[in-house]
């Protein structure tokens, strides 16, 4: 406000005065020197302050400041800034007489002379203290609402104008995040959007209060609750231009009286409620005991006055916790400080009761006390100890299961993969290449939560296999040309639920190609050839073990049989030199012994024979050559007789010549009948000899009978593993696979043992053969020395006719008749037997040929011509080779004679 107009002196002097006498009135107004001495001031200015005109005229302005603010500098500048005709205007405080403060509205006016000089300083001032006041107490409680509650301004539309830190801190934002956003980013998303939100702000904006408790969300989407007013501010026009809201966070408030009703609730339900409960006050005395305790107490109470005498349910009520208890101080100390829960186990009489002791706290923080929950875990301890007794059994099966060497996978009832242990993860991680070639997907890292059904073409039928399994299952699949062998067994619970499947896994892959190998093994010594081979190459373990068995044993087999065969072999051609030279064991070595001995005993006895034959040649000749000299005397002796009727003389002489002859015939035919009785003593012991043979004949088929019985037993054996295998279950299978095998090979040896049986019986034959003819001789020579007796008998009858006709010359015609008579028949008798003696010769000779046939090393048969006897020659050897080059052929022999059962 300028007021250079005093200074106009053109201005009327009555207008002067009506201005200054009206701004007197209405103001209070003080006049001072440029340098703050006061010169004068007005009735209203004195009464505004205090004073009297001459209490405070020629005093200095700064009497009505406070000494602080007088010595200021900013002071010192106020006073130069009026100095220099500078208006000043705004609100002061000042003191009043007495000291008190008053508040003005003032504007200091320098008044300037015509040279520019500031001749003085009007204040012109209303007293604002009544209205500072007011306002500093709005001020004050707006300030004093601002740090107690939460304020916000909104726009009517409700756009957010600012908000205090209060608001700010209570839902968690910053104020440039929601200034300028809307109110609903407070409510609920589903209230936004609702009729009862638009109105609410309608409401707002016709300028209608409102109040109450709201539910709001913060930032981070926590639901506050607020006590708050929504409060429409006016401008001067009476209109409504924003809005302001005044909020308290009331949620604990909300939190408590929810806790407070539900503390209520939860009173009225501990009456009632299934949960044992019990309340002791601060100084441990029960003072509330629900049903449930009462009920679980009653039921052993007969138990807990066996250690509590007084102890009683229906008089719980005002007795202490401390009689529960051995040692009653440290209780008291633990739930005198007790600030949280606190667990804890009692037991008594046997029993166990699960305590848990909680601070029983007011709203204020007062301990009242102590909440009780009671658990009667006698028996769950006791179910818990044998759970944990099982678990611990369980654990140490899974351990026990992942160290196994068996395979193990167990699925659970939708035959998805829960568990496998370490050797069936070895096992897949071994063949995952293999199994590729037909699964190109398979990770055997990633089988576990796996379905079985990936290892099968037709998944929908293991499903139903294993969907009705009841007990043990086995099969076999190949996959990528693996062979693996399954044992799946049901797992049910004790109630008889199915809850999955325990599978054993074997990879028989190796199994599997050696059981070829061991049956192509088979069924070419089946077929004779016994030059094969198991392939040992690429084998370990067990595998290499059985291969390398059978190959020792078939070669043992195969070497006993080709020396058996080639002695044989020699011994049907004649040569009895053949010997088993190479060293066996057990029954082959007897075997080896007895052939040899065999072999031995006909050498010896073909000798014998051949001896005997030799000296049977040579009595035959020798009789034969007798025979011969006998007949022709004897044509003598008849020419004789024919010229005895001419003269007595003559027949005289002849008589003595024909005694001296009969004389040396009769010598000659006792010579002979001693040769031919002892031609007869060899024969004897020839087919002595053969008899000999023929029993070491039957001995070898004794011994292959032994051989054969061994093979029975065997096959009888392998029959007994087979079948203890299978009790074995798949542990034994590979094993009943082999043993079946060696029974196969045990049929094989019985059937080569037969083989040798009928050599055996052919060369029993042969020898019963020779017997025959042995004996044959014997006969012969028999009727040999029958006619040699003869003939001895009839040179006798001629001696004595012979000595007749010397002693009794008169019957000379009648001796001459009869002995022409008995010339004649001699005659006969003589050709008879030298006939005899010729056949004799012929058939000793033919015995020689017959022995010459047989070889026996460095000794001789004689110079006799040889026999030729036809033969089967023995069948060549197959060259020798591996199992894996060979294809079994031909049926299995079964000798029908034997006592053999096919398995």
């Not at 609402?145 to 205090?164: M, Y």
Request: proline share 2%; with cysteine.
């Amino acid at each position: 406000m300028g007021m250079g107009w005093f200074s106009n002196p053109k201005q009327s002097e009555s207008s002067n005065d009506l201005i200054v006498n009206a701004l007197n009135k209405s103001l209070a107004v003080i006049e001072f020197e440029p340098s703050g001495r006061i010169i004068t001031a007005n009735s209203n200015f004195l009464n505004a302050m205090g004073y009297r005109l001459e209490e405070v005229q020629g005093q200095h302005h700064s009497m009505f400041v406070e000494p602080d603010e007088a010595q200021s500098n900013e002071y010192k500048n106020f006073w130069q800034r009026l100095r220099n005709g500078e208006f000043i205007s705004d609100e002061f405080k000042r003191l009043a007489n007495g000291g008190h403060e008053v508040w003005i509205q003032a504007t200091y006016n320098p008044i300037i002379d015509s040279q520019g000089q500031v001749l003085k300083v009007i204040k012109f001032a209303t007293d604002v203290t009544a209205q500072k006041k007011s306002t500093a107490e709005a001020q004050g409680q707006l300030e004093a609402i601002g740090k107690s509650q939460a304020v916000i301004e909104f726009n009517l539309d409700g756009t957010i104008i600012t908000a205090n830190d209060n608001f700010l801190n209570g839902l968690g934002y910053q104020l440039n995040e929601i200034k300028g956003q809307h109110h609903r980013l407070f409510v609920e998303p589903q209230y936004a959007k609702s009729e009862e939100y638009k109105q609410f702000w309608e409401k707002l904006g016709r300028g209608e209060f409102d109040s109450g408790e709201y539910l709001r969300i913060g930032k981070q989407g926590q639901e506050i609750w607020i006590q708050a007013s929504y409060n429409p501010i006016y401008d001067l026009n009476g209109k409504p231009y924003k809005v302001i809201k005044y909020a308290t966070d009331i949620t604990a408030q909300k939190e408590l009286e929810r806790e407070s009703k539900k503390a209520a609730d939860l009173a009225s339900a501990l009456t009632v409620c299934q949960a044992n409960v019990m309340i002791a006050d601060k100084d441990l005395n029960i003072v509330f005991v629900n049903e449930q305790v009462k009920l679980m107490l009653k039921a052993r109470e007969t138990a807990l006055q066996s250690v509590l005498p007084n102890f009683s349910v229906d008089n719980l009520i005002g007795t202490c916790v401390d009689d529960f208890h051995k040692h009653p101080a440290h209780q008291r100390e633990l739930l005198k400080n007790l600030q949280q829960p606190h667990k804890a186990e009692l037991r008594l009489a046997g029993l166990i009761f699960s305590l848990i002791a909680s601070p029983w706290i007011n709203h204020e923080g007062k301990h009242l006390g102590t909440i009780v929950e009671w658990e009667d875990i006698t028996e769950s301890v006791a179910k818990a100890d044998q759970e944990r007794a099982e678990a611990q059994e369980n654990l140490r099966v899974k351990q026990a299961l992942d160290t196994v060497a068996t395979n193990t996978m167990i699925a659970d009832s939708s035959n998805v993969i829960v568990y496998m242990n370490n050797a069936v993860k070895s096992m897949m991680s071994i063949a995952q290449d293999d199994l590729r070639k037909e699964l190109p997907n398979f990770d055997s890292t990633n089988l576990m939560k796996q379905n079985i059904d990936i290892f099968h073409k037709n998944p929908a039928h293991q499903q139903n296999l294993l969907a009705r399994l009841t007990t043990t299952y086995k099969a076999e699949i190949k996959v990528g040309g693996r062979t693996f062998g399954l044992v799946a067994n049901p797992i049910f619970t004790p109630e008889q639920e199915r809850i999955g499947t325990v599978v054993e896994w074997e990879d028989r892959t190796a199994e599997v190609a050696i059981e070829k190998e061991i049956a192509q093994l088979v069924s070419a010594a089946g077929n004779g050839d016994l030059e094969t081979r198991v392939d040992e190459q690429g084998k370990e373990g067990f595998f290499l073990r059985l291969a390398q068995g059978l190959n020792s044993f078939v070669k043992i087999v195969d070497d006993a049989v080709s020396d058996t065969a080639q002695m044989l072999d020699a011994m049907a051609n004649g040569d009895l030199s053949k010997r088993i030279e190479k060293e066996y064991q057990g029954s082959f070595d007897k075997l080896k012994q007895d052939a040899n001995t065999t072999a031995d005993k006909l050498t010896d006895v073909i000798n014998r024979i051949n001896s005997s034959a030799t000296l049977v040649a040579s009595g035959a000749e020798e009789i034969s050559q007798g025979n011969a000299d006998l007949s022709q005397r004897t044509e003598e002796q008849a020419s004789s007789l024919e010229e005895t009727a001419s003269s007595m003389e003559e027949m005289t002489s002849t008589v003595r010549q024909n005694a001296d002859n009969a004389k040396v015939a009769n010598d000659l035919a006792e010579e002979t009948c001693d040769k031919a009785i002892q031609g007869g003593e060899v024969v004897n012991r020839a087919v002595t000899s053969m008899s000999a043979i023929n029993e070491s004949s039957k001995k070898i088929a004794d011994i292959i009978g032994v051989i054969d019985e061994i093979a029975f037993q065997t096959n009888l054996l392998a029959l007994n593993a087979a079948v203890e295998a299978a009790r074995a279950g798949e542990q034994g299978r590979g094993f009943a696979v082999v043993a079946g095998e060696v029974r196969n090979l045990a049929q094989r040896s019985a059937g080569a043992a037969k083989e040798i049986k009928e050599l055996i019986r052919d060369s029993v034959a042969k020898v019963t053969d020779g017997t025959v003819l042995v004996n044959e001789s014997g006969e012969t020579l028999k009727e040999i020395v029958l006619s040699v007796q003869r003939v001895t008998q009839m040179i006798s009858d001629i001696t004595e006719a012979s000595e007749e006709q010397s002693a009794g010359i008169e019957q000379v015609n009648k001796a001459v008749a009869q002995m022409d008579e008995m010339t004649q028949q001699n005659a006969a008798l003589v050709e008879e037997a030298s006939a005899a003696g010729e056949s004799m010769a012929e058939q000793a000779n033919e015995m020689r040929r017959l022995l010459h046939f047989f070889s026996l090393g460095q000794q001789s048969m004689g110079a006799l011509p040889s026999a030729h006897f036809e033969h089967q020659q023995a069948p060549a050897r197959k060259p020798s080779g591996y199992l894996k080059n060979t294809q079994p052929k031909g049926e299995n022999f079964i000798d029908s004679a034997d006592e053999w059962e096919e398995f």
